[in-house]
């Protein structure tokens, strides 16, 4: 089985109770652990497999939180980082269907130092990004493109979620859009939710977003579709693949466990590479993918909601 380290931000969710989706009215809020990254080790390493993660977090107790969580969950966090600056938060709201909406009061996630000696041990294992707050600027995008090109160097098999969140990039999208790019090109699987690959294609059209992002270079794209399934789509071969049906009380991390499950099975595989171009495979694996996002959104907040193994593949 091969590990997988997942590079970017974990932070603080505080999640606003009884007010649906208008944050200015909230009077009560409940602490979740939270980031995309973060979430997805979590995923793995729920399933049985090797979730790594690499972030900073803050030496303050809300650090600590994250960190004890993550190793509750069987997360190796020996490259995790902590800083003096406070840890990250985000302030969730929640629809009556699930759906959530994120403001941002960023910190510690931004300080990530690159290590150099990590390189090795992405030889011949995947690696995550997960890029919510990666692209912003300062210490953490610069260890986020090294890491990257890293991956490369050492025949990682690749992964890249945009994560796209509005509130970091309102008027920047075009940048958002341009920094995602190298990102596309050189990953062997992309996951985009369907607001995620209309903004980076420029398109409306689910087969045209598909086409112009191959175009680009993903070789496997996945783009999530909530309760109807994922569009599954390699160059010439695509399919939505149907969830299973549930009542969603909050949608957080629900992408984050998509892509930890199929990350997980693709590293108990002996040649990670060779899923890239078998579609029935794929396509097995992603339908048991759905079965984890569905199962996550039963519950409130990501990481207490993701499920084990005999949930997903029982």
């Known amino acids: 089985m091969k590990s997988i380290y997942c590079i970017g931000e974990l932070l ?13 009215k909230a009077n009560t809020f409940v602490k979740k652990p939270g980031g995309a990254p973060a979430n997805v ?10 979730g790594k993660f690499i972030g900073s977090v803050g030496r303050d107790p809300f650090g600590t939180f994250l960190l004890d969580v993550l190793k509750e969950n069987n997360v190796d966090v020996s490259l995790a980082q902590r800083c003096k600056t406070f840890t990250t938060l985000a302030f969730v709201s929640l629809a009556e269907d699930g759906e959530r909406d994120f403001v941002f009061s960023r910190g510690a996630d931004k300080k990530l130092k690159y290590d150099s000696s990590v390189k090795k041990d992405f030889k011949g294992n995947m690696v995550h990004l997960g890029a919510a707050t990666a692209l912003l600027g300062g210490d953490l995008e610069e260890a986020y493109g090294r890491y990257f090109f890293d991956a490369l160097t050492q025949d990682s098999f690749i992964s890249f979620d945009p994560n796209y969140r509005g509130d970091l ?6 940048t958002f859009v341009k920094k995602c790019m190298p990102f596309i090109e050189k990953s062997h699987l992309c996951k985009f939710s369907l607001e995620e690959a209309q903004l980076l294609s420029g398109k409306k059209d689910l087969e045209a977003c598909c086409d112009f992002l191959h175009d680009v270079g993903a070789r496997v794209i996945t783009i999530t579709l909530g309760g109807r399934g994922t569009l599954l789509s390699t160059d010439g071969v695509r399919k939505t693949i149907p969830s299973i049906p549930v ?7 629900a992408g984050d466990a998509f892509i930890g499950c199929l990350l997980y099975q693709i590293s108990t595989l002996d040649k ?7 579609f029935e ?11 984890a996002g569905a199962i996550t959104t039963t519950g409130f907040g990501a990481i207490p909601s993701l499920p084990g193994y005999e949930q997903v593949f029982g």
């Not at 080790?41 to 090797?50: E, R």
Request: charged fraction near 30%.
């Open 41 to 50: 080790a979590c995923a793995i390493s729920k399933l049985g497999g090797k």
């Open 247 to 253: 009542t969603p009380l909050d949608t957080t991390g």
């Open 169 to 174: 990039w309102r008027d920047a999208e075009e």
């Open 281 to 291: 495979v794929l396509t097995k694996m992603v339908e048991k993918a759905n079965v």
């Open 272 to 278: 990670t590479s060779a899923v890239l171009d078998d």
């Open 12 to 24: 603080i969710d505080f999640v606003a109770e009884g007010q649906g989706n208008d944050l200015s």
